[in-house]
Each structure stands twice: as C-alpha cells, then as structure tokens.
C-alpha cells in the first residue's frame, strides 16, 4: 500500500491537471451560458469548488479533525485528555461560546495562543440571531442558556466592545501550557464579557503530534440553536479530514440536530461517506452501571452506527484518564478520586480509552486516510470529466468546425496586404543599411588604429583600463608577497636567489593567467553587446516596435548568446595573451632559451602587431633574451594582414636581418652575449628583473596582442551576422511578415501602418470559443 506521502504527491498532480480543464471548462461556460443547461453549470461550479479545496488542502498537508457533539457532550474534556492537561474549560456550567482550533507545533518554542474578538458588526448579529431563535420554538433548558446569552451580552455591552476594538486580537507565547491557563479559563468562562466577544481561539502546542501539521477544530454545539455557531460546525466540516463525534455513552440514539449534520457532513464531501471518517468517540464511559448495561449501550449505539468499523467506536472517561495520567483542574479533582474512577472503570471492564483512540487516529492518520483520499479525488476527477464530455458534446455541434479554417480572417489579410508588405520590407531594407553604414560599419582594416566604431574605441580604451587594473592589483606583486615567496622554507639572509626567482615566477605566472580567463573578456563583450543592442533597437523601430522582434532576431536565449561571445573574446586572448605571459613572466632571463625556440613564431607576430610609440621595443626577441631592448629601426606594424601573413612577414624579415648581421659582422654573436643582463644575486635584483618583465608584459598586452587577437574583426563579423540575419528572415524564411501580420490581425500594435476596416468582433467571439473547446478536448484527454 502508498504511503500518505506518495498518495499526496500522486493525487496532487492528478487533481492540478483536472484543475486545468475545470478553470478551462467555467471559462467555457462563462461566453456559452445561453448554450449549456443552468444545472450543468450549477453541477461544474460545486465540483469546481471541491476541487480547489481539495487542492488547497493537498498544499497544505494539513490533517483536520472537526470535533463535534451536542452541547455538553465532553468534547473540550475530551481534548483535554488528549493534551494531558485541562487547559480548554469543561466546568459544569455553559462555557464553549466560540471555535477553538488546537494546532501541532513543530518545538516548544513554536506553541502560542491567539484569540481572535467579534467586531462590534458580528455581536450584533449574534444579538438578532439570539432574538431570532427566541421567538421561535426551543426547548426549555435550550431558552434558558439562549436567554442567559442574550441578557449577559446586553448588560456588558460596553465590557465586550472594549475587545472588539482590539483588532489584531491577543497573543502569547509560551514553553510550558500551563502558562496559559489562567488566561484561558478567564477569556472562555470566568471573564463573561470577554468570552461573548471571542470569536476564535487558536492554539499552537507540541501536545499533538509534532511530525505532521494536525489540527482539531473544538467547534460549539450545533445544537446551540444560534445560526453563527451552526455555520461554524457547518465550516468545519467543509475542510476537515477526519470526524471525532462525541457522544454521551449513556444516550444511544440519534437526535433531529444530529441527523442534520451528518446529512450536512454527506453533502460537503458527496464523494466520502460519513463512515469511512468518523471516529464515534462514546464519552463518560463510567456513567454506566456494570459490565452488562456497558455492552447492551454499546451494542444500542452500534446499531445507530452500522457502517462505522468497531475499532473507531471507543468508550473513553476523559475525567479518568485526566486524574490518573494528565493535570486536571482543581474542580475535577473536588469531583473525582482517581481510585474511584479506575475501580469503576475495572468494574466495567474496560481503559479510560484515551490511548486507544490516539492509536486509532494515528493509525487512520498514518494509513486509512491514503485510501480516503484517493476515493475522494477519483470521485472528483470522474465528475469532472463526465461534466466536460457533456459541455464539449453540446457546444462541438455549434462550434466545433471554426477552429479547423481560418478562411474570413485570411481575407481580411490577403492580397491588399501582401502588397503593402512587399513595398514596407524594401523601404525598410534600405534604411536599415543606410543607418547600419553611417552608424555601425568601420572603415576597411577594421583593426586599424582610429578605423573601429567610436564603441570598439571605447573597447579598446577599457581594455588597457582592465590591462592596467589586473596587472597593478596582482596578490603576488605586493613586497610582503614577494618576500613570503622568495624565502620559502629559507631565511632571508641565506636564501636562493635562483630559486626564489622561479618560485615567485611560478606563483606570478598562475594568478596572471586565472585573471585573464575570468574578468578580462567581460568589457569587451559589455562594449560588443552595446552596439548589438543598437541594431537590435534599430530593427525594432523600423518593425514598429512589434512584439517579440529582439526574441526573434537573436534567436536564442540572451545569457548563453552572451556566454558564446564572452568565450570568443577568451579564445582570441587567449591564443596570444598566454604566449605573452609565458614568455615575459613563466621563465627568468637566464632560462628563455628553449622557450624561444619552442614559441618563435608566436613571438614573431607578436613583434609584427606591435604598435607601440618606442620602435626599440618591437624587438620583443631581444628582450627576452638580453634583458635589453635593441636600438632598432621600427618595421612597419602587421594591421590588415593576416595572422598567417604577419608570422610569414615577421619570420622571413627576421632571418634576412640575421644573415646580413652575421655577414656585415661575423663577430656579432661575441657582442651580444656579452649584452644579456646577469643573473640576479638577491631578492632585489630578483624584483627588479621581473617589474620590468611586468612593464614589458603589459606594453605588449596593450600594443601588441589586441590587434594580433583581432578583437575588433571579431566584433564586426558579430555585428555582420546580425545585420545579415535581419534581412535573410524576411528575403530568405518569410518571418517578419508573419509577425507583422499576427499583430495586425490580433490588433496587438496600433504602430503598424496598416488597418483593416472590418466587424470582427462575432467572428472572433465564435473563433475563441472554438480554441477554448479545442483547448478542453485537449486538456480533457490528459486527465486520468
């Protein structure tokens, strides 16, 4: 057998699912009443309703038990019981005026009582309904306590309108229950103003089951002849799970009010019978005289109860079970002695009964309650149905065929606007390109020094901003960093200074590199995604800021389009940037040899991109091996070539200097490696080598590697794409006019030069009637 758990999860998808055809089917309802019998209506409108308590309810995960009873029944002695202690009053005078809701707490310092007060509207009601039901027929004890009410609310009017001016009613805390005791027992019967103006009374404890939200409603007698306190019990009812009747032991009949309610409990939950949620609970057990007239009552009250099990039938004394294991009040103990009860209750037999009955919930609550909800909602979803074959079989003969052609809206959309499409797309294409041209397009050699758009100038300035930031924040390049580093496991007297260099190299090399992947791309593609924004805006002006144009246009979602050119941005850095870093920072001047080799080409292209205002610096090859910049002529920056050519160019240029170097001066070679810088002997020498690896880093990142990535091609053929999408969705797919034209048809945009001097309005009344019913056979063929 499920579990609650599973069968809650289970019947709440059902019951969501059945909630989509009812909501479709009232909605149905509410343009078609003239077509659907008023019955049918009335019929889906209940089940409707039940439906969305039920779901309510589902949400919630509550379990709610009404207890209910004749006035002076034991219901609140009962719950005292329950709580182990006589906190609700069930002193011998008249003293439930009002719902009590006793609710689980979850800890000790979640319990809390509320009362909530009458307005000063709702005493006088009560005051006309007491009226009311005095005028008619009563018996006497019934007149009596209707009287007394009536009498005491007129002579402490002004007691009780002092509380029905407290709104927000009174509240408080509290760890152990008996805290609120007294408060309580004076605002229920001690206090008589007070208690003719409560209203509700709710109380949060850790007495019931702290694993669930439970909840007993202690609702007043539906006997009490007092209309409001019958639509409370009435109320209960409704929403509750589960049913505790209390029943005196000793009267084994049905009364006219009681058989009242029960019909009321049927007709709230037409799907459940009373008996599969009822707990018949058989108060003041020990009123009896001996074992024999216990089990001829008890025989009596299960004739009256045939369809309740015998295990939810259960004899309790909660005065009993009070005294023995609880805290009762002082007056019970004035009128009881515990080893009188349990001698009578062992004369009879039988327990006080209050354990069996937390048993029998709790198993109820545990198992039963699964198989009572699942009947419910099959009842519900079986009702549901049957109501939508009905409308569906009434309304498909009247409109059933509009929804399968659209033949008179097309009309109004035919030829006359297809040609006027056709003029507006032209008109439209060449202004988008007249405005792309002046706005948007750089000259040729897009990476040209002053040839990118003012935006991509501003791309470039913000990357030598973000260039500078990185490397002037660096954790590593701090003195006190650099110090930690050098003398790792060293003093600072007797340290390497080889070692030290390649170890804060290391270190330096790895948080360069972490930086440029994570933060660096970011601005450049903020400064792409400005201009994209521009066309984007230009395309929805030009469409008459038609719905739905930037969605269509960049076809995709906007995060991972933005994620795909944050990447490009990293994949062209990347490709030059790290060689960069290698070769100025991940070796010291003493150890680039084989680096040089490895990386020549990459270095070369390096030196063709340069564009720095030094000419000596584009020799980065003799930096990094000498430590020096040569005095060289500048050769002519790489910009509008290839990567390819310029690693050609800078390659071919490098060994015809080499071989006219070599032959001019064969003792060249001699001279340079007396040029290369000596090896650092202390942490000084140490930082110096590298801040000046640092300075020759950052120029080339600035002069060097943003032309040879191409940062600035690569934003143009971006923009191009869009550009060229724009304008192949109409001339190649058809998709502007079929937006242009939705909006016309639907009046979505006033914008659209374009109007249609036609009544709609029936047709389109009938044709939504057709999609809505398309809609419920749709919806109706998911429910299960």
């Excluded at 379990?63 to 719950?79: P, Q, T, W």
């Excluded at 007993?216 to 409001?228: K, L, T, W, Y």
């Excluded at 001339?731 to 079929?738: E, M």
């Amino acid at each position: 057998m499920a579990t609650w758990l599973e069968t809650c999860q289970q019947q709440l998808a059902r019951l969501e699912i059945t909630s989509v055809l009812a909501d479709k089917l009232v909605t149905l309802c509410n343009k078609t009443s003239e077509d659907i019998a008023p019955e049918l209506v009335q019929k889906l409108n209940a089940e409707h309703t039940r439906l969305n308590r039920q779901l309510e309810r589902l949400h919630a995960n509550r379990f709610e038990v009404a207890v209910i009873g004749l006035e002076k029944a034991g219901k609140s002695a009962l719950l005292n019981a329950w709580l182990g202690q006589e906190i609700l009053p069930s002193a011998r005078e008249r003293c439930t005026f009002t719902s009590t809701e006793i609710w689980s707490a979850q800890t000790e310092q979640d319990q809390l009582l509320s009362i909530q007060y009458y307005s000063k509207e709702e005493i006088g009601k009560l005051q006309q309904q007491r009226k009311d039901a005095l005028a008619g027929t009563l018996g006497d004890k019934e007149r009596k306590e209707i009287q007394e009410d009536f009498d005491d609310t007129e002579k402490n009017l002004n007691a009780i309108y002092e509380f029905t001016r407290q709104k927000n009613g009174f509240t408080q805390k509290f760890i152990d229950i008996s805290e609120i005791n007294e408060q309580l027992q004076s605002a229920v019967f001690k206090n008589r103003a007070q208690s003719l103006a409560i209203k509700r009374i709710q109380l949060k404890t850790v007495r019931l089951r702290s694993d669930r939200d439970i909840i007993f409603h202690d609702v007043p007698g539906f006997n009490s002849g007092i209309q409001m306190h019958s639509e409370q019990a009435i109320d209960r009812l409704k929403d509750c799970d589960a049913i505790i009747y209390a029943k005196e032991m000793k009267q084994p009949s049905i009364t006219g009010p009681e058989k009242e309610i029960l019909v009321i409990a049927d007709s709230e939950d037409p799907s459940i019978k009373v008996s599969d949620k009822i707990f018949v609970v058989l108060t003041q057990a020990d009123a009896m005289d001996d074992q024999i007239d216990f089990k001829e009552t008890l025989a009596k009250h299960r004739n009256y109860w045939p369809a309740v099990p015998e295990r939810r039938m259960i004899p309790v004394c909660a005065r009993a079970h009070l005294v023995e294991f609880g805290l009762p009040s002082e007056d019970t103990l004035r009128r009881t002695r515990s080893a009188d009860d349990k001698l009578k209750l062992k004369k009879l037999g039988i327990t006080d009964g209050i354990l069996l009955l937390k048993e029998t919930i709790n198993n109820y609550i545990d198992h039963d309650r699964a198989g009572v909800l699942e009947k419910r909602c099959d009842a519900l979803v079986s009702n549901i149905r049957q109501y939508a074959g009905d409308i569906v079989g009434k309304l498909e003969p009247v409109y059933g065929g509009i929804a399968d052609g659209d033949i008179e809206e097309d009309d109004l959309l035919g030829k006359d606007f297809n040609q006027w499409w056709g003029r507006e797309w032209q008109r439209i294409k060449k202004d988008f390109d007249v405005w792309y041209a002046e706005s948007i397009q750089g000259r040729k050699e897009a990476d040209a020094p002053g040839a990118e758009h003012q935006e991509l100038a501003t791309l470039h300035a913000a990357y030598d901003e973000k260039i500078e930031a990185l490397l002037s924040n660096l954790t590593t390049g701090q003195m006190d960093e650099l110090k930690r580093i050098y003398t790792a496991g060293r003093t600072i007297s007797m340290p390497d200074p080889r070692e030290g260099n390649y170890k804060i190299r290391e270190e330096l090399f790895r948080e360069i590199q972490q930086k440029f992947e994570t933060e660096l791309t970011d601005q450049l593609a903020q400064s792409l995604q400005v201009l994209i924004d521009q066309i984007v805006q230009k395309t929805q002006s030009l469409l008459w800021e038609t719905e739905d144009v930037r969605k269509a246009l960049l076809n995709a979602d906007e995060s991972i389009e933005q994620a795909r050119i944050r990447h490009g941005f990293q994949v062209l850095f990347l490709r030059f940037g790290r060689v960069a870093v290698e070769a100025f920072i991940a070796k010291p001047l003493q150890a680039r040899e084989r680096l040089l080799n490895e990386r020549s080409a990459e270095i070369k292209t390096l030196e063709a991109f340069y564009q720095g205002a030094d000419a000596n610096k584009q020799d980065v090859t003799h930096y990094l091996r000498y430590g020096l910049w040569a005095n060289k002529t500048m050769v002519p920056p790489a910009v509008g070539r290839t990567v390819k050519t310029a690693i050609k160019a800078a390659i071919s240029q490098d060994m015809t200097n080499s071989l006219s170097t070599e032959q001019a001066n064969p003792a060249r070679k001699i001279s340079e490696e007396q040029e290369k810088l000596p090896e650092p002997v202390n942490f000084e020498q140490v930082v110096e080598e590298i801040n000046g690896d640092l300075a020759a880093l950052k120029d080339y990142l600035k002069n060097s590697v943003f032309y040879a990535a191409g940062f600035v091609t690569y934003c143009n053929q971006e923009l191009e794409r869009i550009r060229n999408r724009f304008k192949e969705m109409e001339d190649n797919d058809r998709q502007w006019i079929g937006l242009i034209r939705t909006a016309v048809k639907y009046e979505r945009n006033p914008n659209i030069p374009y109007n249609i001097v036609h009544s709609r309005r029936d047709f389109r009344m009938r044709r939504e009637i057709a999609l809505e019913l398309k809609e419920v056979r749709e919806s109706y063929s998911q429910v299960y």
